[in-house]
């Protein structure tokens, strides 16, 4: 019998994938526990692979102006500023879809 397919649609565009798998390499050899979580979803931002919807106002600016770089702290604090009830959350979701086609193994280490 043949096993359904069941895909994440936090990444709706196949092409960013190699995107989210670039990103993810830089945390490579680390454990994929809550705070690596949380930490991949600040460098999508960082490197403008996920957009937040509630942009905090002194921020918008630097979020709308493509040619300017997105330092690592300010992309914590507009994640932060998302208030989730599960941040790390934000981070599985993320890298689910790499996870599931077999492009990385991010896991948690026991």
């Given at each position: 019998m043949s096993k359904l397919w069941s895909i994440s649609t936090t990444v709706r565009n196949p092409?960013?994938?190699?995107?989210?798998?670039r990103v993810l390499k830089q945390l490579e050899g680390t454990s994929f526990n809550g705070e690596t979580q949380v930490r991949y979803q600040i460098l999508l931002t960082k490197?403008?692979?996920?957009?937040p919807t509630n942009i905090p106002a002194q921020h918008r600016d630097l979020f709308e102006d493509l040619t300017r770089e997105?330092?690592?702290e300010i992309a914590k604090i507009v994640f932060?500023?998302?208030d989730y009830v599960d941040p790390s959350m934000r981070g599985r979701q993320s890298v689910n879809p790499l996870?599931?086609?077999g492009f990385s193994v991010a896991?948690?280490?026991?």
């Open positions: 092409s960013r994938l190699t995107d989210f798998l490197e403008r692979l996920y957009k997105i330092p690592y932060e500023y998302q996870y599931k086609f896991k948690a280490s026991l």
